[in-house]
Structures are given as structure tokens and as C-alpha cells.
């Protein structure tokens, strides 16, 4: 599902990424609902650990949570 096109490390411009599953109670959660949370998936570089992009498996969820 991503469809980004980041494959470089901006900090340290490593190219080999990871993609990291964070699920469980990290789970994020839509604001006003009453919904099970959505799993966040992470982009990650594998030399220094940096975050690069984030994204939840399900960001139909989040409609109309503003
Ligand atoms: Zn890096």
C-alpha cells in the first residue's frame, strides 16, 4: 500500500529501508469513534533507525474524525 517513492534516508542516505508494522495498543485510533484502531506502518532506515514516513493500514477510518 505505499506509494511513495522514498528510497533514500535523508539523514544519512542509506537506501536500504525497512518497512516496520506497529500494532497491538500503539494502534492509532480514530478520534471520536468507537472503532478498532488502525495498525501504523513505518518506513525505516536500517542504518540509523530513522522514521521516515508512517502510514495506517486503514485511513478510511479517519473520515470525518475532524
Ligand atoms: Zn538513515
New binding site residues.
Partial sequence: MTNSTTTE?P????TELGLGKQGGYANVHPANKLSIGAEVEHKI?T????IIESYVKNPQKFKNTL
Fill in positions: 534516508c539523514q544519512c542516505k542509506n532506515c542504518n540509523c533507525g530513522l
